[in-house]
């Protein structure tokens, strides 16, 4: 089964995507946790069902993990581009039961299947050999929780409840097909615009909002 799992932005700083965040829901993200075998950490939040927000950043407290962090957060000048020009929500993550199936017919679009922590692996992800985004993050990277599924009890629930995914992106004929292979459960509806962008209506409290 292929489904989404997670929203991602993907900031300068953590400071800076949950105070984006604030700005777009109207809801401050709490803590999540720190990844020592990535050199990064995050705020997440439920989005309903088994879905969530992940804000993720490099840890200014952390070291450099000796192989490519995730979300192409090694490019630093990338990850401030695109915050710069308002593509903040970047990525998403899809999860599979065999993540090695998945990968296979896909000739290296995705990366390598790399299990995480490499020390005393408990799931695995996708990540190119240079640490970017997938199809410039125009496809999911992938989780393959092992039978352990992301325990939604780690994650606040702020009553936010996710309505619609969209991808806005140049050239539809380049990913159509692809999605339609992928098939997976709550992929982002495409749409044709002259840029690749992200756009997620979350319900809240306060109304429907719209986070980029």
Not at 102 to 130: C, K, M, R, W, Y
Not at 143 to 154: G, Q, V
């Amino acid at each position: 089964m292929h489904a989404l799992d997670h929203l991602t932005i993907i900031a300068p700083t953590l400071e800076d995507g949950v105070a984006h965040v604030r700005g777009c829901l109207d809801l401050d993200v709490p803590f999540g946790t720190r990844h020592a075998y990535m050199g990064t950490h995050n705020h997440r939040l439920q989005l309903g069902g088994r879905v969530y927000l992940e804000i993720v950043a490099i840890d200014p407290k952390g070291t450099s993990p000796g192989w490519p962090r995730w979300f192409g957060l090694d490019d630093q000048n990338t990850v401030h581009k695109d915050w710069e020009a308002g593509r903040r929500l970047r990525g998403w993550v899809a999860r599979t039961d065999d993540m090695d199936a998945t990968l296979a017919p896909h000739d290296g679009l995705f990366g390598a299947h790399v299990s995480l922590p490499p020390e005393a692996p408990e799931f695995g992800f996708s990540i190119p050999q240079d640490g970017g985004l997938p199809f410039d993050g125009a496809a999911p990277s992938w989780i393959d929780h092992r039978s352990e599924p992301t325990s939604m009890a780690d994650i606040p629930d702020l009553g936010a409840r996710l309505v619609s995914f969209t991808m806005t992106h140049p050239d539809l004929s380049a990913v159509t097909g692809l999605y339609q292979s992928l098939a997976i459960e709550g992929a982002p509806d495409l749409v044709a615009g002259s840029q690749l962008t992200y756009r997620a209506e979350i319900k809240t409290s306060s109304g429907l909002r719209v986070l980029t």
